[in-house]
């Protein structure tokens, strides 16, 4: 091991224990519950001495008693809970359901754009690494299948950037916001490197492979270093690989003007100046509305008149 | 006392002779009894699990009421998650207000504040200008200077704003002043055939004087016209035509790299903050609304509801007459 891996903390490094927390949890609550299960099969069976609650629980209705009832109650109760959290918060929010995967994994996000300012949130294995995450995430395979099965329920963490964060080294990405509690980095990608499928990556993946190869001790795996290597000539640039792209001066001189005119919000300012004159306006009690509900009660208490004279009417024999 | 034998039962009855006695009756009211019916217990549901358990009333809970507690207690746990999982998603709740949203003003905003945090808010487009418009307490408010600088986020259109400028940021735009001006302020000028050339061309520059005279770009050099280096936006707008003629083609910036939203505060213009530009506009707004909008008259106020109640009062005394 070199120096420069011996300076990492012990917290970075990448190691798969076979007890954790979650771990000893599950083993803790099915023991538990299978102690429990065994205590009451183990009991004599036996009615309650007197009707739970006075027996109102118990009072038949339909033939049914009315506990039963509740069944379709909860029913209702669950269907309601999952169509209001899965439907109206969660599904409509999916090209952000990444910040949830990056909280519980302790993972800070990237907030990636390209040069059209497409934006896409995506994780730091996704926007950061060379090479595919799979070849990293190979390494913590337990010997036996079904533990790695487990161990990936249990614990669905992505642990590739560990991984080539403790190959390379060091990293560059800072995190300069903070998406609610996630940590995230803005990330200009103009060339697509970091797309799913990207020539360029594949190929830049190539040079960073035979660069590893020769340099064991100074590993490339982020595209960042990659780019540095790359513009600082330490590994061929490969062809179909450009490392710089242009900014036309009119799309800064758009952005930053030099000096702005007034007129040119003028119909802003007076769509302010209207919104503001209708507010204070109709401030206090609006007189249309009051009139209408005048009518309406009027309307109302006529249509009472006739039916009562309808009620009231006796047919003459 | 005498003592028979009973001819059938050999019991002997024993006839005591008793001293008659006054015995007093009180009326006692007998209420007609209230029939009940015993709750039915069902033989499965109505088991009581801890029925050896003497501890508080354990002894009494049937299983339905154990197995409702246990189905109760999980849907708030269901809910709880749900709440957790959902709220890792809270800064960005203005993306949905979006989503829902209907009309040509509604803009998807991506804000980063100056506590360096990252949210989005559903604000309102209109001419040049983002703001909340519902809300005129918060005089925040963006130049929105071109459509560039608007792009895209999970399929709606999404601009950028600072709390340190009053302009919607271009990421792109930002990186491109940054590299230049560093680029400027450590003599990355590019090899020598291009430095010769962009000499050259700079010298062909006029320059205009406060007093409005023009003069080349080495007056203006000697003359302390142009800075020697960028220290601010002032500086980059003086500066500005050199800088184009020393990169033509416009700004050269890595394909690949990581954006600070404050690395361009210096060279931003100063005292142009978007709490500031929507106080001066609200003001503007205000005077603009005080001199050429005309107050509503009385009828103009008043006229329909008073249509409205006399209608009413007409319909409320024939219908009165029609069903006396």
Known sequence: MTEDTDQISEKEKPVEKFLTPEKIILIVGVIGILVIFGIISLMKWSLVDQPFFGGIFNTAFWGTPLYVFFIPVALLMYFVAWAYWAHLRWDMMAPFHGLYVAMTSHSDVIFKTDLNLNFILKSEAGACLVFEKDRYNALVEHKYKFLTGISKKLKPVDQSTDFAKFLQGSWETKPVVNIGSVPSSILLDANGWTKDVSPERAAIAKECDIHNDLSPDDQIHSLAKAWKYMDEGKIPTPVNVKLYVDVPWVRIDNSYSSSRNPAAWGGFLRQLAETLAARAASGGLNMTWAGIIVFVACIGISALMFVMKILAHTPVK | MSVATGPLTNIIVTNITQAPQVVVVTPVAT?????????????????????????????????????????????????????????????????????????????????????????????????????????????????????????????????????????????????????????????????????????????????NRPDGSECDFITAAREGLIPDTIRDFDDYVKLRPILERIWPDGIKIPCYCFYDPYDSDKFMPKNRSPSLFGGLLLKKARDLAADNIPDLSFWDRNGVAMILVLGGLIILGASYLASR
Not at chain 2, 44 to 66: E, K, R, Y
Request: aromatic share 12%; net charge neutral; glycine share 6%.
């Open chain 2, 31 to 207: 209420a007609t009894p209230i029939p009940t019916v015993a709750p039915v217990l069902n033989p499965v549901l109505d088991i009581a699990p801890f029925h050896s358990i003497q501890l508080f009333w354990l002894n009494t809970i049937p299983l339905w009421a154990i197995l409702a507690f246990i189905i109760g207690a999980y849907w708030v746990w269901y809910n709880l998650g749900w709440w957790r999982k959902c709220g890792a998603l809270a800064p960005c709740y203005g993306y949905k207000d979006a989503l829902m949203a209907s009309g040509s003003n509604v803009q998807q905003t991506i804000v980063f504040t100056k506590s360096r945090k990252w949210f989005i808010r559903l604000l309102t487009y209109h001419s040049e200008g983002i703001l909340y418009f519902n809300d005129l307490l918060r005089t925040d408010m963006w130049h929105m200077g071109s459509s560039s600088a608007v792009g895209k986020l999970g399929g709606l259109p999404a601009a950028i704003t600072k709390d340190s400028i009053d302009e919607v940021v271009d990421p792109v735009s930002d990186i491109a002043l940054c590299k230049v001006c560093d680029d400027f302020i450590h003599g990355r000028f590019g090899d020598q055939q291009n430095m010769k050339r962009a000499s050259q061309e700079t010298k062909l520059l006029t320059f």
